[in-house]
């Protein structure tokens, strides 16, 4: 293993301890993100039925809303705050004393810290299997496409959280990005309500941002909502996003680094 | 050739400019207005290799912006710093594999975490290998008794022991030029001592360090060399031994006497001598200009005139001069 793979790797298993130190946050993680499953669960059906909604029956949507509970739990069970705070309570002058790029050590710790929800994905996923028995995935292919995308939500969650926390050198606060981003991508991502219940000119707003990657791409290709070339298409699209995510972090980054100003000893 | 030359290195903020009030927090809304300020303004310095340098200034003089830019946290305004040939900033992480830096004030371990992993996880950064590793942890431990605090919390540590473990994060990789800031505040006595015993042997070894303080005695204990720094600029660049030859040209004798010191009476009868009351009525201090007269012939005239009770020599001390330095009263 290189150098930079070794620092990597450790700095993702720091990452996962440090998630491991505070148990609380498995049992809350699993709490909220559970209920609002089961929340939604019950809406569903309620709402569905025995008919279907813009092409989701009870059985799709069963699916639909399990997968939507895996990225709710990855995404915002994430350590994106111990970024930010770095930058507001200047302890990134310590992170700028080591010999490691800032961003992809950002990024491994970061994914580190959304490995720690796995757990808790896991207990969500198996508990809401023997509850509501959703279907399988409409081929074994699309199984595993619908793992390569959830493979590649680390990134691009890294490069929307990345980016969102650097725009605290200009902005001094984090809180209110939080709530934006969260907002947008609960929105966007279908994790709220599908997508295909949008308005058209909505959807399309929604498939120019990262945002649909988040729950409408694995749930449309574990569906089989879409062909092996449309899965393939959304994944190619939702890698291309973790790539320009990265690359303007990468720029952003080069010019807030002029901006560092700490204060205070 | 200097390990670290800096010249005229400027750094300059921008800071809102607002009114206090509900009033000024609007107008400031609507019209924002900033003010520059320059925290470091022009400064020389060059630093050869294993020299031990003082950084000292008052709060707010520049000392902790200086040690950023050196760094490479920060980018300079204006002027160059080369450290080893490189610039830090742009050269930021070649730069981190040759420099050991310690914040007094923010420490570099992991808060939820054995101390242990934080040291572990920066042998892995700086590519430390085991051999090397484990005979630094010894030495470490011989001199700062990290042992006791390895498996513990981070954030369960004192103050003092996470002082001491954020120096061993900062010379885990033996690193040639160390910058500590403010590495003693806040410790109590006994912590401090072993630390500056700690750096007096780091210094020893051939590191080259740089090293901010308030605390005098970390300076005349562990530097040579001493900067002040006020108000961004330089104010003197030296040897802490020239500094007293140059500034500390009196010293003083504390008198007990028998009685009540009559401190004009004394004044008239030795005029060569400056005499102020001391803090009991029988108490005067005496100082006298220590290139007219060798402390044995003051001696010698007061005790054979006055019959003190007692008395005591007054040690020159670095404090009065670096007080005196930070007052303008002094000028290099």
């Given at each position: 293993m290189t150098h930079s793979l070794t620092v990597d790797r450790a700095l993702v298993v720091i990452s996962f301890k440090r998630r491991l130190a505070y148990k609380s946050h498995w049992f809350f993680g699993l709490a909220i993100?559970?209920?609002?499953?089961?929340?939604?669960?019950?809406?569903?059906?309620?709402?569905?039925?025995?008919?279907?909604?813009?092409?989701?029956?009870?059985?799709?949507?069963?699916?639909?809303?399990?997968?939507?509970?895996?990225?709710?739990?990855?995404?915002?069970?994430?350590?994106?705050?111990?970024?930010?705070?770095?930058?507001?309570?200047?302890?990134?002058?310590?992170?700028?004393?080591?010999?490691?790029?800032?961003?992809?050590?950002?990024?491994?710790?970061?994914?580190?810290?959304?490995?720690?929800?796995?757990?808790?994905?896991?207990?969500?996923?198996?508990?809401?299997?023997?509850?509501?028995?959703?279907p399988g995935p409409a081929s074994p292919?699309?199984?595993?496409?619908?793992?390569?995308?959830?493979?590649?939500?680390?990134?691009?969650?890294?490069?929307?959280?990345?980016?969102?926390?650097?725009?605290?050198?200009?902005?001094?606060?984090?809180?209110?990005?939080?709530?934006?981003?969260?907002?947008?991508?609960?929105?966007?991502?279908?994790?709220?309500?599908?997508?295909?219940?949008?308005p058209g000119w909505l959807q399309a707003v929604a498939w120019a941002l990262p945002f649909p990657h988040f729950t409408t791409t694995p749930s449309a290709i574990y569906l089989g909502r879409v062909d092996t070339l449309g899965a393939l298409g959304l994944l190619a699209a939702e890698a291309a996003w973790a790539v320009g995510l990265w690359a303007l972090g990468w720029l952003v980054f080069r010019t807030a680094v002029k901006k560092v100003t700490v204060h205070g000893g | 050739?200097?390990?670290?030359?800096?010249?005229?290195?400027?750094?300059?903020?921008?800071?809102?400019?607002?009114?206090?009030?509900?009033?000024?927090?609007?107008?400031?809304?609507?019209?924002?207005?900033?003010k520059n300020y320059t925290a470091v303004d022009g400064i020389d310095l060059s630093i050869e290799p294993g020299e031990s340098v003082a950084y000292v200034g008052p709060n707010g003089a520049g000392k902790s912006t200086t040690v950023k830019l050196l760094t490479g946290i920060l980018r300079p305004?204006?002027?160059?710093?080369?450290?080893?040939?490189?610039?830090?900033?742009?050269?930021?992480?070649?730069?981190?594999?040759?420099?050991?830096?310690?914040?007094?004030?923010?420490?570099?371990?992991?808060?939820?975490?054995?101390?242990?992993?934080?040291?572990?996880?920066?042998?892995?950064?700086?590519?430390?290998s085991d051999a090397d590793y484990k005979a630094r942890i010894e030495k470490f431990d011989e001199l700062l008794?990290?042992?006791?605090?390895?498996?513990?919390?981070?954030?369960?540590?004192?103050?003092?022991?996470?002082?001491?473990?954020?120096?061993?994060?900062?010379?885990?990789?033996?690193?040639?030029?160390?910058?500590?800031?403010?590495?003693?505040?806040?410790?109590?006595?006994?912590?401090?001592?072993?630390?500056?015993?700690?750096?007096?042997?780091?210094?020893?070894?051939?590191?080259?360090?740089?090293?901010?303080?308030?605390?005098?005695?970390?300076?005349?204990?562990?530097?040579?060399?001493?900067?002040?720094?006020?108000?961004?600029?330089?104010?003197?660049?030296?040897?802490i031994e020239r500094l007293k030859a140059h500034y500390i040209t009196t010293k003083a004798v504390n008198l007990y006497l028998e009685g009540a010191a009559n401190v004009p009476e004394l004044a008239e009868k030795f005029p060569d001598y400056e005499w102020t009351a001391g803090e009991a009525p029988s108490e005067v201090t005496v100082t006298y200009e220590s290139s007219r007269f060798t402390t044995a012939e003051v001696l010698g005239s007061l005790t054979a005139q006055l019959a003190p009770r007692d008395l005591s020599l007054s040690e020159p001390s670095i404090e009065d001069v670096i007080r005196r330095l930070y007052a303008g009263e002094l000028t290099k």
């Amino acid at each position: 293993m290189t150098h930079s793979l070794t620092v990597d790797r450790a700095l993702v298993v720091i990452s996962f301890k440090r998630r491991l130190a505070y148990k609380s946050h498995w049992f809350f993680g699993l709490a909220i993100g559970g209920g609002s499953m089961l929340i939604a669960m019950v809406m569903w059906q309620n709402l569905i039925g025995s008919g279907t909604l813009s092409g989701y029956d009870w059985d799709s949507m069963r699916a639909y809303t399990i997968i939507g509970f895996v990225a709710a739990t990855m995404v915002f069970g994430a350590a994106d705050w111990v970024m930010a705070d770095r930058i507001l309570d200047g302890h990134i002058a310590v992170d700028l004393t080591k010999p490691v790029d800032f961003q992809r050590a950002r990024a491994a710790e970061y994914i580190g810290s959304m490995l720690s929800t796995f757990p808790t994905a896991v207990m969500g996923v198996v508990a809401a299997w023997l509850l509501f028995e959703p279907p399988g995935p409409a081929s074994p292919l699309a199984g595993l496409l619908t793992l390569v995308s959830f493979a590649l939500m680390f990134p691009l969650a890294f490069g929307l959280t990345y980016l969102s926390t650097l725009v605290c050198f200009w902005t001094k606060r984090y809180m209110g990005i939080m709530w934006l981003r969260e907002a947008l991508l609960s929105f966007f991502s279908g994790l709220m309500i599908p997508l295909a219940f949008m308005p058209g000119w909505l959807q399309a707003v929604a498939w120019a941002l990262p945002f649909p990657h988040f729950t409408t791409t694995p749930s449309a290709i574990y569906l089989g909502r879409v062909d092996t070339l449309g899965a393939l298409g959304l994944l190619a699209a939702e890698a291309a996003w973790a790539v320009g995510l990265w690359a303007l972090g990468w720029l952003v980054f080069r010019t807030a680094v002029k901006k560092v100003t700490v204060h205070g000893g | 050739m200097p390990i670290l030359e800096a010249r005229a290195l400027t750094k300059t903020f921008r800071r809102p400019d607002k009114a206090s009030g509900f009033k000024g927090a609007v107008k400031h809304l609507m019209q924002r207005k900033y003010k520059n300020y320059t925290a470091v303004d022009g400064i020389d310095l060059s630093i050869e290799p294993g020299e031990s340098v003082a950084y000292v200034g008052p709060n707010g003089a520049g000392k902790s912006t200086t040690v950023k830019l050196l760094t490479g946290i920060l980018r300079p305004s204006e002027g160059t710093v080369r450290v080893m040939g490189r610039d830090p900033h742009t050269e930021r992480i070649a730069n981190a594999h040759d420099i050991g830096v310690l914040f007094g004030q923010r420490t570099q371990l992991w808060w939820d975490l054995p101390v242990e992993e934080s040291l572990k996880l920066l042998k892995h950064m700086y590519g430390v290998s085991d051999a090397d590793y484990k005979a630094r942890i010894e030495k470490f431990d011989e001199l700062l008794d990290l042992g006791e605090f390895m498996p513990a919390l981070a954030r369960t540590l004192s103050l003092g022991q996470r002082m001491r473990a954020d120096l061993a994060c900062a010379l885990i990789h033996d690193p040639k030029m160390v910058y500590l800031d403010e590495p003693t505040i806040g410790l109590d006595i006994s912590v401090k001592d072993r630390l500056r015993a700690f750096l007096r042997e780091l210094v020893n070894d051939g590191t080259t360090l740089l090293l901010t303080s308030h605390d005098l005695a970390d300076i005349e204990e562990v530097c040579e060399r001493i900067v002040v720094i006020d108000k961004g600029a330089i104010a003197y660049d030296g040897s802490i031994e020239r500094l007293k030859a140059h500034y500390i040209t009196t010293k003083a004798v504390n008198l007990y006497l028998e009685g009540a010191a009559n401190v004009p009476e004394l004044a008239e009868k030795f005029p060569d001598y400056e005499w102020t009351a001391g803090e009991a009525p029988s108490e005067v201090t005496v100082t006298y200009e220590s290139s007219r007269f060798t402390t044995a012939e003051v001696l010698g005239s007061l005790t054979a005139q006055l019959a003190p009770r007692d008395l005591s020599l007054s040690e020159p001390s670095i404090e009065d001069v670096i007080r005196r330095l930070y007052a303008g009263e002094l000028t290099k």
